[in-house]
């Protein structure tokens, strides 16, 4: 490859001078005008630029081999010349840029340095003036204790003289307040402890600040108020004989109940207030803390037991199917509920969790296996006497039912499953009925019955199955049965009615009921896409879509799927309607 290099070092009308790598010795100039250059086959070292060695000029040796490689660029020597220079002069200039913000910054860094060390200075400085000043005030200081005694003495005669009024009239009060007590209007009661207990304990804590060792006048204080500690027991007493009859005292004079439990909860606002201020001065009134909160729901308990040996005694008795249930369902759901024991602010005070079940588990179980005895006997004879009475029907000299086509029928089965279907879109159902897994099985069972059946007729009954399955399901949705309050039960019932759709789907598709499976079970998931949307705002779309889908929906359709919704306005129902 031929390769060839210009000197730098030229000058303008000169002759350029190039150093020639030796490895092949074979040289010749070419004579540029007013300029020559010498070109050799082989390596190029431009005199001072260290070729392609480490570290010496390899850029413009590699801009040798990638520019001269034909002699006609030779005439472009200059403009490659020129090229490289502007490269390395930008080069250059942002270094130069680079070094200078670094200096800059370093700049920066020492006068900010040297403004630290003069505010330190100062700061020092100003510290030794504070020091200076407070040797020369301890003198001061310990000749303000007598004021520091009279501002004491002056804050405990302040606290007499607030209270100077309870204080002449503690006996006064005492008497009012027993009084209170025994006509058991405990709120007002209370109110007037509380001035006594208030009045006795800022005397003894302005006594203890002065002089904490003075016992002989804390005592004389507490000897003039002991009254008031009887009065808090005497109005203890009441409020436990109220928490003991509490069955009974909540239905014939609920205030009675309320008015103990709002004692109980201003004395432990009281008791932590104390506390508090037992951390920060080491002194805490005598009979503090009350814990009378402690002692009430002690009665929590008792209260459980109670209910537990009752509820115990009722399942020991004979219990009809229906009493069975209620009282399952009142021990295993109403109790332990959001309305009665698990009630939030119930819940902060106490955990339901640490009582023992209302009934032991050995109890329930014999329970639900007696229901389920009880149950399956009560079907199995209903079912009979159903049996029996059609049969007399038809052993009857006049002619069967006949449906509408003229076909003979019997109403058993719509006697049997219509319990099942009048379960569709109701609380029941929202709650967590089985209607759709029951008629699923019962179907299922009926086909294994009818599977030697040939084509087309097969096909045609499980269409019709079908479509008699879908027909009611629709017809429990459009006869209102139940109206969603809120966006949790509608997606909870949207997300089951889709659920049973492919409970539908896959079973009718096991069937071979045909192609139209997809389009009957999917008009059951477009209703409950109306009734998931959360933004009632798009209702009109998705109806839109409903409708579209299925043309043969009515007006009236439309208006009981907005009415299940349970939050579409009158104005927004008409609105939707008319467009």
């Known amino acids: 490859m031929v390769k060839a290099v210009q000197s730098a070092r030229g000058v303008e009308g000169g002759r350029t001078d190039i150093t020639i790598n030796k490895i092949f010795p074979l040289t010749f100039t070419i004579n540029l005008g007013n300029k020559e250059c010498f070109v050799s086959v082989g390596l190029v070292k431009p005199r001072g630029d260290g070729g392609d060695e480490p570290g010496g000029g390899g850029h413009s040796c590699a801009a040798?081999?990638?520019?001269?490689?034909?002699?006609?660029?030779?005439?472009?020597?200059?403009?490659?010349?020129?090229?490289?220079?502007?490269?390395?002069?930008?080069?250059?200039?942002?270094?130069?840029?680079?070094?200078?913000?670094?200096?800059?910054?370093?700049?920066?860094?020492?006068?900010?340095?040297?403004?630290?060390?003069?505010?330190?200075?100062?700061?020092?400085?100003?510290?030794?003036?504070?020091?200076?000043?407070?040797?020369?005030?301890?003198?001061?200081?310990?000749?303000l204790k007598d004021v520091k005694d009279a501002v004491?003495?002056?804050?405990?005669?302040?606290?007499?003289?607030?209270?100077?009024?309870?204080?002449?009239?503690?006996?006064?009060?005492?008497?009012?307040?027993?009084?209170?007590?025994?006509?058991?209007?405990?709120?007002?009661?209370?109110?007037?402890?509380?001035?006594?207990?208030?009045?006795?304990?800022?005397?003894?804590?302005?006594?203890?600040?002065?002089?904490?060792?003075?016992?002989s006048d804390m005592h004389l204080i507490s000897i003039y108020f002991e009254d008031v500690q009887g009065l808090s027991d005497e109005l203890a007493k009441q409020l436990w004989m109220v928490l003991q009859r509490a069955m009974v005292t909540v239905r014939r004079d609920p205030?009675?109940?309320?008015?103990?439990?709002?004692?109980?909860?201003?004395?432990?606002?009281?008791?932590?207030?104390?506390?508090?201020r037992k951390r920060q001065t080491d002194f805490i009134p005598p009979g503090r803390p009350k814990r009378w909160k402690d002692k009430c729901f002690r009665f929590f308990s008792l209260y459980h037991n109670a209910v537990s040996t009752r509820v115990t005694e009722l399942a020991a008795e004979d219990l009809e199917a229906n009493e069975i249930v209620?009282?399952?369902?009142?021990?295993?759901?109403?109790?332990?509920?959001?309305?009665?024991?698990?009630?939030?602010?119930?819940?902060?005070?106490?955990?339901i969790n640490s009582l023992e079940p209302l009934l032991p588990q050995d109890v329930v179980d014999e329970l639900l296996s007696k229901y389920i005895q009880t149950f399956?006997?009560?079907?199995?004879?209903?079912?009979?006497?159903?049996?029996?009475?059609?049969?007399?029907?038809?052993?009857?000299?006049?002619?069967p039912e006949a449906d509408q086509d003229g076909y003979y029928?019997?109403?058993?089965?719509?006697?049997?499953?219509?319990?099942?279907?009048?379960?569709?879109?109701?609380?029941?159902?929202?709650?967590?009925?089985?209607?759709v897994d029951t008629i699923c099985v019962t179907v299922e069972d009926y086909f294994n019955d009818f599977n030697k059946i040939k084509n087309p007729f097969n096909k045609e009954m499980t269409g019709e199955a079908l479509r008699r399955v879908v027909v009611e399901y629709l017809k429990a949705v459009m006869q209102k049965r139940i109206t969603f309050k809120n966006a949790d039960e509608r997606r909870d019932g949207a997300d089951r009615m889709i659920k049973e759709a492919e409970q539908f789907k896959f079973l009718f598709s096991k069937l071979a009921a045909g192609e139209d499976t997809d389009r009957l079970c999917g008009a059951i998931t477009a209703i409950?896409?109306?009734?998931?949307?959360?933004?009632?705002?798009?209702?009109?779309?998705?109806?839109?879509?409903?409708?579209?889908?299925?043309?043969?929906?009515?007006?009236?359709?439309?208006?009981?799927?907005?009415?299940?919704?349970?939050d579409a306005s009158r104005e927004m129902r008409q609105m939707i309607i008319a467009l």
Request: charged share 30%; net charge negative; glycine share 4%.
């Open 64 to 143: 040798g081999r990638g520019m001269l490689q034909r002699s006609d660029q030779l005439d472009k020597v200059d403009q490659y010349r020129r090229r490289e220079a502007r490269k390395k002069a930008s080069v250059e200039a942002r270094l130069k840029a680079a070094i200078q913000s670094q200096l800059d910054g370093v700049r920066t860094g020492l006068t900010q340095l040297h403004t630290a060390l003069v505010d330190v200075k100062e700061i020092q400085s100003s510290l030794g003036d504070v020091s200076k000043d407070w040797r020369q005030s301890i003198n001061t200081i310990e000749n």
């Open 152 to 215: 004491v003495q002056h804050s405990q005669l302040a606290s007499a003289v607030e209270n100077l009024k309870n204080i002449f009239s503690v006996p006064e009060i005492v008497a009012s307040t027993q009084q209170l007590i025994e006509q058991a209007d405990l709120l007002q009661a209370h109110r007037k402890l509380m001035e006594l207990e208030s009045s006795r304990d800022d005397l003894m804590y302005e006594q203890y600040r002065m002089d904490s060792k003075n016992t």
């Open 255 to 276: 205030t009675m109940l309320v008015s103990a439990v709002r004692i109980i909860e201003r004395e432990e606002k009281i008791d932590r207030r104390m506390v508090d």
């Open 326 to 351: 209620s009282l399952l369902t009142w021990v295993l759901n109403t109790y332990k509920s959001s309305e009665m024991m698990g009630h939030p602010e119930l819940s902060a005070e106490c955990d």
């Open 376 to 399: 399956t006997s009560n079907i199995t004879g209903w079912l009979r006497k159903a049996l029996e009475t059609d049969k007399k029907d038809w052993q009857k000299e006049t002619e």
């Open 409 to 435: 029928q019997t109403t058993l089965p719509a006697i049997v499953f219509q319990n099942h279907l009048n379960e569709l879109l109701t609380r029941k159902w929202l709650g967590g009925s089985h209607a």
């Open 528 to 566: 409950a896409e109306v009734f998931k949307l959360t933004d009632p705002t798009l209702l009109y779309l998705e109806v839109s879509t409903l409708v579209s889908k299925y043309p043969d929906i009515r007006e009236e359709h439309v208006q009981a799927l907005l009415a299940v919704r349970g």
